[in-house]
């Protein structure tokens, strides 16, 4: 194993290279190159700040997604109906979809059984187009609110959640808890009660190193310090960037030291599934079409993760 020095001063020229360089000259010394998926969430930005709809036209959105050379795509689904329609658009393009990302319903005792029975549905039929991992991101109270949950509402949502997770389990797959900044707030008491109140075996962290970031009023302590507690549960990686504290419309160096992460990863001997999820927001630079900033983005992963292959 190098040491961290010697990791950023190949990863500096690495870095470089993906973004001036031709992508085969990148990965000319790999025996086998890393994969790197991405996230449907980020396009959906794109299209709206163009004035488009990600849903209007699903086999032009997916035909944008291979434009950029991406080979893995995580949809995100509410029904079972959805993982059906897209099976075909998947195989026509040929994408591996290692993992989906489906939300639930889980703090309210009247709403959370209906909640994982049609969670395992989804979960159940994008198996049968190579789904490995399942991302749960557990609702709010009400999305954009200030609201939070309360410990009745976080027992409940414990208990449910390991309760998807050993649903998910004996199908033969994984659920990876996911969080925004929401569940951050008051001392990250609604993340840590996720991580320690269900089951390891049953419940996993799909680490958004952003959201977590944000969260944590742009804290790189927290981020590492949620690395150490709980790394031996990450099996995803979210991959998003900003530049004071704003997105950028390209994944690449940042607020957050990626390169950092890939080394404590490695270090513990944890490769995750990676994803893209470089989304734009209001403040983020318009200079890049949807395409060209994914594909600088894929470029630049592949060169931080290059020792995760």
Known sequence: MINRRQFVKNLTVASATAYF??????????????????????????????????????????????????????PSYEKEEQVKSMRELLKEYEFESKSIYVNSILHDLTAYEASIKEAVKIAKEAKKHGAEIVVTNPTPIRWGGTEDKNDDQLKVQAHALNELGSQIRKAGMTLAYHNHDAEMRRGAREFHHMMLGTDPKNVKLCLDAHWIYRGSGNSQIALFDIIKLYGDRIVELHLRQSDNGIWTEAFGQGDIDYERIAFTLLEKKIKPHLVLEQAVEEGTPNTLNMVVAHQKSLEYAKAVFKDFA
């Not at 990965?27 to 700040?49: D, G």
């Not at 004035?51 to 959105?61: F, R, Y």
């Open 21 to 74: 360089a031709q992508p085969l000259s990148l990965l000319a010394s790999n025996e086998k190159e890393v994969h790197i998926s991405c996230q449907q969430y980020p396009w959906t930005t794109f299209m709206q700040r163009e004035g488009k709809d990600w849903n209007a036209n699903l086999t032009e959105s997916i035909k944008m997604v291979a434009k950029s050379g991406i080979k893995g795509f995580e």
